[in-house]
């Protein structure tokens, strides 16, 4: 009972430290540094080489808490892999993968053989090993790193798809290879015979871990189908995780103790084969993602960090030109397996050429498999770890930047652009119905500057005394955005049709970067094609029973909201002066009438008080009468300079 106690302490304190290991990682992003260098950073310095808050023995006591970690990683990548995504374009992606895992593999082996001799006590057998694990896992990727600049980019076409699929499956293929790597690397270790007993010894144990991985598979199939609650069932999955190292030890002392022949198996092979058996065979998919994205921030908080405290400060000072070795290494076999690998599965030349920018990044299973490393092998998993986690956040550090440099190098990146906008209220009207001329009168009256755009000539003259300029247009050209005044526009709303609409949401993103994109929904599925632009979408059924279910719920705020209360209005206005950057709301001196509700930054709504500070860029939703809102208005833009003197 105290010993549990004193892991409940243990663990207690260690999610104190994690906290504050979060707040550093989100801190460093600031930087455009990667998260998990903030993570690992957090981990040096609350490790037994800096402040000493976590000392080797309560990190080896926590080592449940990176086996747990570690299958996680395993579930991940297994889940990763799904056929539907793959097999499309299955042979350039089984091409490419071979050719770079026999590239890198070679060129990582081949100078970590060399380069490790440099250290001292290190046998000949444990160089061999080394050499031998570190070329697997040099060959690793980051999906989660892949995904993320895709989707930050909007990147689409042949390309994208084969990088994304080879980065996928190459981890899948690394965890397979390490199994091997690592059994064979015992055997030189630990002296070991290596001959016909030893092959069927690894032909029982890859039997049994797979078949513990398809049991495993069939338990998370059966756990998906409950009702339980979400947070339930990934506690469960973590908690399964940490049961495959369980076993794993149990069964690896029994059958050394009887049997006189340790039999190892491998959890990470057990848990990829689990997630892969269930996202690709079972109707769990979406579920078992969701389950694993949602439990994923605090995982690899905990997994990196951990990795950090115990991060050998003073090999890695010694050994850091072994990393920037390494990293050449690396890179040489990434580019010539990319290139080499692209032109045999026909891919093209252009193509073949920006490849090897794509494949750089590496994260969790490299992480992962290094930490596994260390922790067997005590004669040279210091140095190796030390060596590859430095390694790994170089390549966390250079890889994204040249991943999207190949995407718009090829021309599949479709990236938010980067407009001038003038602080004027003005928007851009697509439609000529009678509810777009409504609209355009509202916001006339509301002081709104309105260009309204029609693909229709007759009705562009029909409403050439409208009050506001209309524009006639048969395409989307720069001769019409410039007769538009597209670049300075606040806002663009589009009421054509779906497909129409797309199209200009499209354009104004890509070119101008316009914040303010709404569109009136005609087919709910062009929703999430919407949603990718950051478009606010107008569903007109669904706006209508929104609308009745707000006036039943909180009939006065929507008044206030859709402007029918007489007097007041509510708008969002942009902080452009400089001067007020810092500034406490209470210190602003705004009109009596007015009241701040909220301040959306980043992507974020925040809740704001007297002591909330402004910054530059901030869009603050003000409610009050239109005098005192032109007021604020004016009070918030950007003060002009003096005549004679440089901005």
């Avoid at 600031?30 to 310095?45: E, H």
């Avoid at 980019?153 to 042949?158: D, Q, W």
């Avoid at 059994?183 to 001959?195: D, F, I, K, S, T």
């Avoid at 490849?355 to 969790?364: D, H, K």
Wanted: with cysteine; hydrophobic share 50%; charged share 20%.
């Amino acid at each position: 009972m105290e010993a549990l106690s004193e892991i409940l302490v243990l663990v207690g304190g260690f999610f104190i430290l994690a906290l504050a290991a979060n707040t550093i990682g989100q801190y460093v992003t600031r930087y455009n540094l990667p998260l998990i260098s903030g993570f690992l950073f957090a981990g040096i310095l609350i490790g037994p080489y800096v402040l000493g808050m976590i000392s080797r023995e309560e990190l080896e006591r926590l080592r449940f808490v990176d086996e747990m970690a570690l299958a996680f990683i395993a579930f991940a990548a297994g889940a990763e892999l799904y056929l539907g995504e793959v097999r499309p374009r299955l042979r350039p992606i089984a091409v490419m993968t071979a050719v770079q895992t026999v590239t890198i593999a070679i060129a990582g082996a081949w100078a970590a053989y060399h380069l490790f001799g440099f250290i001292p006590d290190l046998g000949e057998p444990a160089r061999r090993a080394v050499a031998l694990m570190t070329g697997v896992v040099l060959v690793a990727r980051s999906p989660s790193s892949t995904i993320a600049i895709i989707n930050e980019l909007r990147a689409k076409g042949p390309f994208t798809q084969l990088v994304l699929g080879v980065t996928v499956v190459t981890d899948v293929v690394v965890i397979v290879l390490f199994t091997l790597a690592y059994e064979l690397a015992l055997v030189w270790v630990h002296g070991r015979p290596l001959g016909l007993g030893f092959l069927l010894l690894l032909a029982v144990e890859i039997a049994t871990s797979v078949a513990l991985g398809y049991l495993l598979a069939a338990f998370f199939r059966r756990l998906m189908g409950t009702r339980l609650h979400a947070w339930f069932k990934g506690a469960v999955v973590l908690a399964a995780g940490y049961g495959i190292f369980v076993v794993s030890h149990l069964l690896r002392e029994t059958s050394d103790r009887f049997l006189h022949a340790p039999v190892t198996l491998e959890p990470l092979l057990i848990g990829m084969i689990a997630s892969f058996l269930l996202v690709n065979y079972t109707g769990f998919r979406d579920e078992f993602s969701k389950i694993l994205e949602d439990l994923g921030p605090a995982v690899y908080i905990a997994f990196f960090t951990l990795t950090g405290a115990g991060l050998a400060l003073d090999v890695l000072g010694r050994a850091w030109p072994i990393a920037l070795a390494l990293f050449a290494a690396r890179m040489a076999g990434i580019f010539s397996g990319s290139f080499l690998g692209a032109l045999l599965a026909r891919e093209p030349l252009r193509h073949a050429s920006y490849s090897g920018l794509a494949f750089v990044t590496q994260a969790g299973v490299a992480l992962g498999l290094t930490k596994k490393v260390a922790d067997e092998f005590s004669g040279f998993g210091e140095p190796f770890a030390a060596v590859i986690v430095g390694l790994i956040v170089l390549n966390q550090l250079v890889g994204p930047p040249l991943f999207k440099w190949s995407l718009l190098a090829v021309g599949e990146a479709h990236p938010r652009g980067h407009g001038e906008f003038d602080g004027v209220r003005d928007v851009i009207l697509f439609g000529d119905d009678d509810q777009t001329l409504a609209l355009a009168r509202r916001l006339t009256d509301d002081g709104w500057q309105v260009r309204l755009a029609t693909p229709d000539p007759e009705r562009a003259n029909e409403l050439a005394g409208a009050g506001f300029p209309v524009v006639a247009y048969r395409e989307l050209d720069d001769a019409t955005l410039a007769a538009l005044q597209a670049e300075g526009a606040d806002a663009v709303v589009c009421l054509l049709s779906d497909a129409e609409n797309h199209r200009i949401c499209e354009t104004f993103y890509e070119k101008y970067g316009t914040e303010s994109l709404v569109v009136r929904l005609a087919d709910r599925e062009w929703a999430p094609r919407f949603a990718e632009l950051g478009a606010l979408v107008v569903d007109p059924n669904m706006a209508t029973l929104s609308l009745l279910e707000q006036f039943v719920r909180a009939p006065q705020a929507a008044s206030l909201l859709l402007g029918l209360e007489k007097g007041k209005q509510v708008v969002d206005i942009e902080l452009r002066d400089p001067a007020l950057h810092g500034a406490l709301l209470r210190e602003l001196r705004l009109p009596p009438d007015t009241l701040v509700l909220a301040i959306h930054r980043e992507g974020q709504a925040i809740v704001t008080h007297g002591y909330t500070q402004l910054r530059l860029g901030d869009k603050v939703t003000v409610m009050g009468s239109p005098e005192s809102l032109r007021e604020v208005e004016l009070k918030f833009a950007a003060t002009p300079t003096p005549p004679g003197r440089s901005a």
